[in-house]
């Protein structure tokens, strides 16, 4: 496995995801990996450091270069459970718990995050404006209500699937509501 080019799969998917989910200083992007997928096993079956530190790095300064937050989806061991900074915690209201991820109890990602934030917290909830689900991780409980997939040509990272979503607002009204064109 190259981890060199999984850091650069991860880069070039998450700057293909922010050309068209319209994210703003401050929003959260949520990243669901299985470094297991990504390595080309089983999701749970071969957790990888080297493979999780390849996709922070190729993830975290795309989005800081934005101002934009990056969560980490734990694994079912630890309820899915996100890990962020407590500033970006803080700053949207979610509340912190006590857990510590560990590669075989929310996975490699979420440690490796944890290990890099310079204030790591974990909340049990978030709604995130966007994300990347690698490996068929299921981040769609934490993406805001009215989430809408972003088609990139970054199909795979490793050997791992990747799905891409953006949120917008929700529409409201009948057959005589207009809508605001830069908000779809």
Excluded at 65 to 77: D, F, T, V, W
Excluded at 87 to 107: D, F, H, I, R, T
Excluded at 123 to 140: F, P, S
Aim: one cysteine or more; charged letters at 20%.
């Amino acid at each position: 496995m190259d981890l060199k080019e999984i850091e650069q799969q991860t880069q070039q998917a998450v700057s293909q995801v922010l050309e068209q989910a319209k994210l703003k200083m401050g929003d959260v992007f949520v990243i669901g990996c299985s470094t297991s997928e990504v390595g080309g096993e089983k999701i749970g079956s071969a957790s990888s450091m080297d493979i999780a530190d390849a996709i922070y790095r190729g993830a975290y300064g795309v989005l800081e270069s934005h101002g934009i937050y990056l969560a980490a989806q734990c694994c079912e061991h630890l309820n899915r459970a996100i890990i962020l900074e407590r500033q970006a915690a803080e700053s949207c209201g979610y509340e912190p718990v006590n857990v510590l991820p560990q590669p075989k109890a929310g996975g490699s990602f979420a440690t490796t995050c944890w290990q890099n934030f310079v204030e790591p917290v974990a909340v049990e909830h978030i709604r995130a404006d966007a994300g990347m689900d690698i490996g068929g991780t299921l981040i769609g409980m934490h993406l805001k209500e009215v989430a809408v997939p972003v088609r990139i040509e970054q199909k795979t990272i490793g050997e791992a699937n990747i799905l891409c979503a953006r949120t917008r607002l929700k529409f409201i009204g009948g057959v005589r509501a207009h809508y605001q064109e830069d908000k779809l």
